[in-house]
C-alpha cells in the first residue's frame, strides 16, 4: 500500500514550481497533517516554464488517478501511487506532478 498524501507532503511540478495543499479535510488527521482528497486545492507556485519566449507556468494539479479504494468525507483520498496532472492557466496538461515525499506511516488503497 503507499503512503498517503498529507499537506506536509512534497510535490513539485515537472520543471521546479512546488505544490501547496490546501485541504477541507476535517476528520483524517495524520501526524503529518489531514489526508489529502482528490476534490482539495492544490496551487503550484514558482513554476520557470517558458513557451518560446512567453512564460507558461503550471499553476494547478487535476487528479485523475486517485486512490479508489479509500475514502475521507465521501471523497477519494490520494496517495504516492495516484496521478496528478499539472496544468497552466489556460488548463494546457504539461506533465504529471512529482511527489517527493510523504508521510511513511498510514496507507491506503
Do not use: Y
Amino acid at each position: 500500500m503507499a503512503a498517503l498524501l498529507t499537506n506536509s507532503s512534497l510535490m513539485m511540478c515537472p520543471h521546479g514550481g512546488m505544490v501547496s495543499a490546501v485541504s477541507a479535510n476535517t476528520r483524517v488527521q495524520t501526524a503529518a497533517g489531514p489526508a489529502l482528497r482528490s476534490s482539495d486545492t492544490f496551487l503550484i507556485v514558482g513554476c520557470p516554464f517558458i513557451v518560446g519566449l512567453v512564460p507558461h507556468p503550471c499553476v494547478s494539479v487535476n487528479w485523475v488517478m486517485p486512490n479508489v479504494k479509500s475514502q475521507v468525507m465521501s471523497d477519494f483520498t490520494l496517495s504516492e501511487a495516484s496521478v496528478g496532472l499539472c496544468v497552466a492557466a489556460d488548463q494546457a496538461v504539461q506533465g504529471a506532478v512529482l511527489i517527493t515525499f510523504t508521510q511513511p506511516r498510514v496507507a491506503g488503497l
